[in-house]
């Protein structure tokens, strides 16, 4: 099995930033094609960020744009997710998907698309 355990949120004021963790299990991490999800209280779960297996290609929620960066380093077996001028409707709980593909380019945001989940760190944004 395949296990994410996410770590790095925290309560921060609007504007400053946060480095989110998603450290795996597994022999085969390379070979992962990676995403960030979050859930805010009384809303669905939405795509965030994602990375390919192969670092090379990577998408982004439009309102993450320039705010966001999501980054791979293989020999730790971890995604990041380095979150900049945050902004209350940033605060949610935030999860890290992986999957295993044939394509080392390829990145997906739809949540189906994942089968392994880690179990959510929260960030809270105050104004």
């Known amino acids: 099995q395949v296990l994410l355990v996410e770590s790095g949120g925290g309560l921060v004021q609007a504007g400053n930033s946060l480095r989110l963790s998603c450290a795996a299990s597994?022999?085969?991490?390379?070979?992962?094609?990676l995403a960030w999800f979050r859930q805010a209280p009384g809303k669905e779960r939405e795509f965030v960020a994602a990375i390919s297996s192969d670092g090379d290609n990577t998408l982004y929620k439009d309102s993450a744009k320039g705010r966001f960066t999501v980054s791979r380093d293989d020999t730790e077996n971890t995604m990041y997710l380095q979150m900049n001028t945050l902004k209350p409707e940033d605060t949610a709980l935030y999860y890290c998907a992986a999957n295993f593909v044939r394509n080392s380019a390829y990145t997906s945001a739809r949540g189906s698309f994942y089968p392994y989940w880690g179990q959510g760190t929260q960030v809270t944004v105050s104004s």
């Open positions: 597994g022999r085969y991490f390379s070979a992962y094609t």
